[in-house]
C-alpha cells in the first residue's frame, strides 16, 4: 500500500530562519511521483513541485529547496530565510505510475512564521 | 489560462436536502478528480475520471454520493441526502493525459467548496 507520513503536526519560526518539513513515502512501485503543495490561509491548493523517482536530483527554487533521498524514502522540502507569507499548511503527497491512481496526501504540516 | 473553476464556493443547507457540487476542469486536461478535506481523515479520493469515464470510485463513502461528469468540460458532485458529516471541503482537481510524460501527473486545484450541513 502507498503512504505519506508528515511526522511535524505543527512548526512554528521566527522571520529569517531557515525551515526544513519532512516527508517520508512508502510504495511498491518503482516508478512513481512525489509532490508537494501549498495550503494558505485562503485554502486553496497550490502545486510547488514534481520529483520523479528515476531523477534524485536536488532542486533549488529561489528560497525553496527539495532534497530527494530514495535509499530513505524521504522528500524534504527546505525554506531559506521564511517569511511571514510563508505560513501554510504544506502537503506532500504520492503518486503512482500507473494510469488510476490519483494522489495519495500526509496528513500536512501547518508552518507559522511570525515577524 | 483559467484554473479549476469551483461553484459554489460555500454552501450552507439542512440536513436531509440535496447538495450539488459543480467543477469546470482546466481546458485541455482529461483527467478529473474529486477530493474531500476534513479535520479527521485530511485529503481523500472521492473518485477519477478519465476521459469522462469513471474509472475509481472507491472512496465514495456511501450511496448518498454520486458523481457525473457529462462531458470535458463539467462534473457534478450530488449528495442526496446530506448529513452533517458530509460537512467538508470538497476540491476538484485536474490533470492532462498521461501521454505527455512526467508533468502530466501534476494535478492543479479548484479553490474547493466549503459545505456545511446543519
Known amino acids: 500500500a502507498q503512504k505519506v507520513t508528515q511526522a511535524q503536526t505543527e512548526i512554528s519560526v521566527v522571520e529569517k530562519e531557515d525551515v526544513t518539513l519532512d516527508c517520508v513515502y512508502e510504495?511498491?512501485?518503482?516508478?512513481?511521483?512525489l509532490f508537494w503543495y501549498k495550503q494558505p490561509p485562503s485554502g486553496e491548493l497550490v502545486f510547488l513541485i514534481r520529483r520523479n523517482s528515476f531523477d534524485e536530483q536536488n532542486e533549488i527554487s529561489g528560497r525553496y529547496s527539495w532534497n530527494f533521498q530514495k535509499s530513505t524514502s524521504s522528500f524534504n522540502f527546505t525554506i531559506t530565510a521564511s517569511q511571514v507569507v510563508d505560513s501554510a499548511v504544506y502537503f506532500c503527497a504520492l503518486s503512482g505510475y500507473q494510469a488510476g491512481t490519483a494522489l495519495i496526501f500526509g496528513k500536512g504540516t501547518t508552518l507559522s512564521v511570525s515577524s | 489560462d483559467a484554473g479549476v473553476i469551483q461553484s459554489p464556493r460555500h454552501e450552507v443547507t439542512e440536513m436531509g436536502q440535496e447538495v450539488t457540487l459543480r467543477c469546470k476542469p482546466i481546458s485541455g486536461h482529461n483527467s478529473l478528480f474529486w477530493y474531500r478535506q476534513t479535520m479527521m481523515r485530511g485529503l481523500e479520493l472521492l473518485i477519477y475520471?478519465?476521459?469522462?469515464?469513471?474509472?475509481?470510485d472507491s472512496g465514495m463513502p456511501e450511496d448518498r454520493f454520486s458523481a457525473k461528469m457529462p462531458n470535458a468540460s463539467f462534473s457534478t458532485l450530488k449528495i442526496q441526502p446530506s448529513e452533517p458529516r458530509d460537512s467538508a471541503v470538497y476540491f476538484c482537481a485536474s490533470r492532462r493525459g498521461l501521454a505527455g510524460g512526467p508533468s502530466s501527473y501534476e494535478q492543479y486545484f479548484g479553490p474547493g467548496t466549503r459545505l456545511t450541513v446543519t
Open positions: 475520471f478519465n476521459n469522462n469515464v469513471p474509472i475509481d
Open positions: 510504495t511498491r512501485d518503482t516508478t512513481y511521483y
